[in-house]
């Protein structure tokens, strides 16, 4: 079955810590999952700074990467998956679809506090990379069904 993507629809959702975003990732192995609640430097949990919803259906777990890296395949339970990046170190980062890196590649802006973004599509292996400068650090987690921004 061909997998049909639409682009991601990006929104950038304000965020309540008010500091930088240089520094307020806790420091991980490249491409790792976090623990769940872990405390950053400012007190506040990655899920809250990533603006994640209470209860959430993982499809990939919060995890932190550098630089370009394929993101653990999932397969959505419905026909919409939100994406939730926050990136430093570089201008931008962009998602894409690995089997078509460039089909409707999705740019992050890391000067955005986070971004979240709905892709709608059929409910099949997902099969998604992070491609940014090797200097880029960023947080992502794959969230089933639709979220409000």
């Known amino acids: 079955m061909s997998v049909v993507l639409l682009p991601l629809l990006l929104a950038t959702a304000c965020s309540s810590s008010g500091g930088s975003q240089a520094d307020d990732t806790p420091s991980q192995a490249s491409g790792s999952p976090l623990a769940s609640s872990a405390p950053s430097l400012n007190g506040q949990s990655v899920e809250k700074r990533m603006r994640l919803p209470d209860h959430a259906t993982y499809l990939v777990k919060v995890r932190n990467g550098e630089g370009t890296e394929d993101v653990p395949d999932f397969t959505p339970g419905k026909n919409v998956y939100t994406v939730h990046v926050k990136c430093s170190g570089a201008r931008t980062v962009t998602v894409v679809e690995r089997a078509n890196p460039k089909d409707d590649p999705t740019t ?19 099969q998604l990379a992070i491609q940014a400068a090797d200097d880029a650090r960023w947080t992502l987690a794959v969230v089933d069904g639709k979220r409000p921004f």
């Open 108 to 126: 992050i802006k890391c000067s955005s506090p986070v971004t979240i973004g709905r892709v709608y599509g059929d409910p099949v292996k997902q």
